[in-house]
Protein backbone atom coordinates (compact mmCIF):
# COMPACT_ATOMS: atom_id res chain seq x y z
CA UNK A 1 0.00 0.00 0.00
CA UNK A 2 1.52 3.15 -0.95
CA UNK A 3 2.70 5.51 1.86
CA UNK A 4 0.15 8.64 1.22
CA UNK A 5 -2.93 6.18 1.63
CA UNK A 6 -4.67 6.66 4.67
CA UNK A 7 -7.51 4.48 6.47
CA UNK A 8 -9.24 6.32 8.84
CA UNK A 9 -11.92 4.17 10.43
CA UNK A 10 -15.11 5.63 12.00
CA UNK A 11 -16.08 4.65 15.46
CA UNK A 12 -19.35 5.48 14.77
CA UNK A 13 -19.67 1.22 14.53
CA UNK A 14 -17.41 1.06 17.30
CA UNK A 15 -18.81 -0.78 20.39
CA UNK A 16 -19.88 2.12 22.59
CA UNK A 17 -19.60 0.27 25.87
CA UNK A 18 -16.11 -0.51 25.12
CA UNK A 19 -14.20 2.23 23.18
CA UNK A 20 -11.60 2.21 25.07
CA UNK A 21 -10.44 -1.23 23.98
CA UNK A 22 -11.72 -0.99 20.12
CA UNK A 23 -9.62 2.37 20.06
CA UNK A 24 -6.44 -0.02 21.17
CA UNK A 25 -7.04 -2.30 18.59
CA UNK A 26 -7.04 0.67 15.62
CA UNK A 27 -3.95 1.61 17.13
CA UNK A 28 -3.14 -1.89 16.80
CA UNK A 29 -4.10 -2.37 13.38
CA UNK A 30 -1.74 -0.03 12.33
CA UNK A 31 -4.61 2.62 11.77
CA UNK A 32 -3.73 6.26 10.31
CA UNK A 33 -6.60 8.66 11.49
CA UNK A 34 -9.18 7.67 13.50
CA UNK A 35 -12.78 9.10 12.20
CA UNK A 36 -15.00 10.67 14.87
CA UNK A 37 -18.88 10.79 12.83
CA UNK A 38 -20.99 13.80 14.55
CA UNK A 39 -24.34 14.33 14.03
CA UNK A 40 -26.86 16.76 14.94
CA UNK A 41 -30.32 15.24 14.27
CA UNK A 42 -30.71 18.43 11.93
CA UNK A 43 -28.04 18.50 9.29
CA UNK A 44 -28.92 14.55 9.41
CA UNK A 45 -31.55 12.53 10.80
CA UNK A 46 -29.64 10.74 13.54
CA UNK A 47 -27.70 12.34 16.50
CA UNK A 48 -24.39 10.91 18.14
CA UNK A 49 -21.88 12.24 19.75
CA UNK A 50 -19.87 15.25 20.71
CA UNK A 51 -16.95 16.95 22.17
CA UNK A 52 -17.18 15.21 25.01
CA UNK A 53 -16.42 11.79 23.23
CA UNK A 54 -13.53 13.64 21.25
CA UNK A 55 -11.72 14.32 24.37
CA UNK A 56 -12.28 10.92 26.02
CA UNK A 57 -10.66 9.56 22.61
CA UNK A 58 -7.95 11.99 22.79
CA UNK A 59 -7.17 10.59 26.00
CA UNK A 60 -6.28 7.12 25.22
CA UNK A 61 -4.51 7.76 21.43
CA UNK A 62 -1.98 9.43 19.88
CA UNK A 63 -3.97 9.06 16.61
CA UNK A 64 -5.06 12.27 14.30
CA UNK A 65 -8.47 12.64 15.18
CA UNK A 66 -10.38 13.15 12.03
CA UNK A 67 -13.83 15.35 13.27
CA UNK A 68 -16.41 14.82 11.01
CA UNK A 69 -19.07 17.55 11.74
CA UNK A 70 -22.56 16.62 10.07
CA UNK A 71 -24.04 19.96 11.99
CA UNK A 72 -25.79 22.68 10.83
CA UNK A 73 -23.94 26.23 12.26
CA UNK A 74 -21.03 24.49 12.41
CA UNK A 75 -18.68 27.98 13.07
CA UNK A 76 -20.93 27.92 16.40
CA UNK A 77 -18.91 24.47 17.72
CA UNK A 78 -14.98 24.44 16.06
CA UNK A 79 -13.35 26.02 18.96
CA UNK A 80 -15.10 23.76 21.46
CA UNK A 81 -14.23 20.59 18.75
CA UNK A 82 -10.58 22.04 18.57
CA UNK A 83 -10.45 21.81 22.33
CA UNK A 84 -11.18 18.45 22.85
CA UNK A 85 -8.33 17.26 20.64
CA UNK A 86 -9.49 17.65 17.38
CA UNK A 87 -6.91 17.45 14.60
CA UNK A 88 -8.72 17.68 12.07
CA UNK A 89 -11.78 19.38 11.97
CA UNK A 90 -14.43 18.85 8.28
CA UNK A 91 -17.54 20.92 7.64
CA UNK A 92 -20.47 20.28 5.20
CA UNK A 93 -20.51 22.70 2.28
CA UNK A 94 -24.65 22.38 2.30
CA UNK A 95 -24.10 23.56 5.90
CA UNK A 96 -22.56 27.08 6.12
CA UNK A 97 -23.08 30.10 4.50
CA UNK A 98 -19.57 31.49 5.39
CA UNK A 99 -17.68 28.75 4.63
CA UNK A 100 -14.51 30.54 3.68
CA UNK A 101 -14.61 32.10 7.58
CA UNK A 102 -15.21 28.87 8.92
CA UNK A 103 -11.97 27.59 7.25
CA UNK A 104 -9.91 29.92 8.67
CA UNK A 105 -11.39 29.64 12.25
CA UNK A 106 -10.41 25.87 11.82
CA UNK A 107 -7.23 26.78 11.01
CA UNK A 108 -7.20 30.06 13.85
CA UNK A 109 -7.68 27.08 16.08
CA UNK A 110 -4.83 24.75 14.96
CA UNK A 111 -6.30 22.30 13.14
CA UNK A 112 -6.22 20.69 9.94
CA UNK A 113 -9.48 22.47 7.94
CA UNK A 114 -11.65 20.25 5.50
CA UNK A 115 -14.90 20.52 3.83
CA UNK A 116 -17.25 18.02 2.40
CA UNK A 117 -19.91 17.32 0.06
CA UNK A 118 -23.45 15.39 0.06
CA UNK A 119 -23.75 12.96 -2.79
CA UNK A 120 -25.95 15.29 -4.95
CA UNK A 121 -23.69 18.29 -4.94
CA UNK A 122 -21.42 18.79 -7.37
CA UNK A 123 -17.55 18.85 -7.78
CA UNK A 124 -17.46 22.34 -9.26
CA UNK A 125 -19.13 23.72 -6.00
CA UNK A 126 -15.82 23.09 -4.31
CA UNK A 127 -13.73 25.00 -7.37
CA UNK A 128 -13.52 28.66 -4.96
CA UNK A 129 -12.60 27.08 -2.03
CA UNK A 130 -9.97 24.49 -3.38
CA UNK A 131 -7.09 26.77 -2.27
CA UNK A 132 -7.48 27.18 1.02
CA UNK A 133 -8.53 23.69 2.37
CA UNK A 134 -6.38 21.11 3.66
CA UNK A 135 -8.83 18.27 2.48
CA UNK A 136 -12.02 17.49 0.60
CA UNK A 137 -14.38 14.73 1.55
CA UNK A 138 -16.34 13.32 -1.38
CA UNK A 139 -19.58 11.42 0.47
CA UNK A 140 -19.83 8.29 -1.14
CA UNK A 141 -23.34 7.86 1.04
CA UNK A 142 -26.10 9.72 2.16
CA UNK A 143 -24.43 10.95 5.33
CA UNK A 144 -26.38 10.14 8.47
CA UNK A 145 -25.58 5.84 9.20
CA UNK A 146 -23.19 3.64 8.74
CA UNK A 147 -23.35 0.68 6.71
CA UNK A 148 -24.95 1.79 3.47
CA UNK A 149 -24.22 0.94 0.40
CA UNK A 150 -22.07 3.02 -1.87
CA UNK A 151 -23.06 4.98 -4.52
CA UNK A 152 -20.93 4.31 -7.53
CA UNK A 153 -21.49 7.68 -9.18
CA UNK A 154 -19.17 9.27 -7.03
CA UNK A 155 -16.08 7.87 -8.63
CA UNK A 156 -16.65 10.29 -11.06
CA UNK A 157 -16.60 13.27 -8.75
CA UNK A 158 -13.68 12.39 -7.26
CA UNK A 159 -11.99 12.19 -10.67
CA UNK A 160 -13.28 15.34 -11.39
CA UNK A 161 -12.13 17.07 -7.75
CA UNK A 162 -8.77 15.37 -8.53
CA UNK A 163 -8.25 17.16 -12.18
CA UNK A 164 -9.59 20.25 -10.22
CA UNK A 165 -6.84 20.35 -7.04
CA UNK A 166 -4.03 19.22 -10.58
CA UNK A 167 -5.30 21.97 -12.37
CA UNK A 168 -5.18 24.56 -9.77
CA UNK A 169 -1.52 22.98 -8.65
CA UNK A 170 -2.69 22.21 -4.56
CA UNK A 171 -1.90 19.61 -2.60
CA UNK A 172 -4.55 18.58 -0.64
CA UNK A 173 -6.10 14.90 0.56
CA UNK A 174 -9.48 13.99 -1.00
CA UNK A 175 -11.32 11.50 1.26
CA UNK A 176 -14.08 9.56 0.62
CA UNK A 177 -16.81 8.37 3.17
CA UNK A 178 -18.96 5.91 3.30
CA UNK A 179 -19.67 2.07 2.30
CA UNK A 180 -15.75 1.88 1.66
CA UNK A 181 -14.70 -1.99 1.63
CA UNK A 182 -12.04 -3.76 0.75
CA UNK A 183 -13.88 -4.74 -2.65
CA UNK A 184 -14.22 -1.24 -3.61
CA UNK A 185 -10.99 0.63 -1.91
CA UNK A 186 -8.81 0.41 -4.37
CA UNK A 187 -11.03 2.32 -6.88
CA UNK A 188 -11.22 4.99 -4.70
CA UNK A 189 -7.93 5.18 -5.06
CA UNK A 190 -8.18 4.75 -8.85
CA UNK A 191 -10.34 7.49 -8.77
CA UNK A 192 -7.59 9.94 -6.63
CA UNK A 193 -8.90 9.44 -3.12
CA UNK A 194 -5.94 9.16 -0.59
CA UNK A 195 -7.83 8.93 2.47
CA UNK A 196 -10.51 5.97 3.16
CA UNK A 197 -12.95 6.38 5.77
CA UNK A 198 -14.29 2.76 7.14
CA UNK A 199 -16.48 2.35 9.11
CA UNK A 200 -18.87 -1.00 9.34
CA UNK A 201 -15.98 -2.66 6.77
CA UNK A 202 -13.32 -2.12 9.73
CA UNK A 203 -15.59 -2.87 13.01
CA UNK A 204 -18.13 -5.39 11.34
CA UNK A 205 -15.57 -7.81 9.60
CA UNK A 206 -15.30 -11.52 10.70
CA UNK A 207 -11.52 -11.14 11.94
CA UNK A 208 -12.14 -8.38 14.14
CA UNK A 209 -10.96 -4.92 13.91
CA UNK A 210 -7.36 -5.72 12.79
CA UNK A 211 -8.95 -8.39 10.14
CA UNK A 212 -10.80 -4.99 8.91
CA UNK A 213 -7.86 -2.57 8.83
CA UNK A 214 -6.29 -5.62 7.29
CA UNK A 215 -8.18 -6.36 4.55
CA UNK A 216 -8.75 -2.44 3.28
CA UNK A 217 -4.59 -2.59 3.20
CA UNK A 218 -4.59 -5.96 1.34
CA UNK A 219 -6.64 -4.67 -1.52
CA UNK A 220 -4.60 -1.91 -2.29
CA UNK A 221 -1.75 -2.26 -4.36
C1 LIG B 1 -21.88 8.62 7.24
C2 LIG B 1 -20.60 8.82 8.01
C3 LIG B 1 -19.55 7.82 7.63
C4 LIG B 1 -20.00 6.41 7.79
C5 LIG B 1 -18.94 5.39 7.55
O1 LIG B 1 -22.81 9.55 7.63
O2 LIG B 1 -20.05 10.10 7.76
O3 LIG B 1 -18.32 8.08 8.27
O4 LIG B 1 -20.56 6.18 9.03
O5 LIG B 1 -19.47 4.15 7.85
P1 LIG B 1 -19.62 3.00 6.76
O6 LIG B 1 -18.21 2.68 6.34
O7 LIG B 1 -20.27 1.91 7.51
O8 LIG B 1 -20.42 3.53 5.62
ZN1 LIG C 1 -17.84 10.51 8.31
Known amino acids: MPASIKIAPSILSA??????DDIRALEAARADWIHIDVMDGRFVPNITMGPLIVA???RITTLPLDV???IVQPDAHIVAFADAGADRITVHLEADTNLHRTISAIREAGCSAGVAVNPHTPAIALEAILP???????MTVNPGFGGQALIAGMWEKVRALRRMTDVLGVHIDIQVDGGINADNAQMAVNAGANVLVAGSSVFKHPDGIAGGVEALRDALI
Open 15 to 20: DFTRLG
Open 56 to 58: AVK
Open 68 to 70: HLM
Open 132 to 138: YVDMVTV
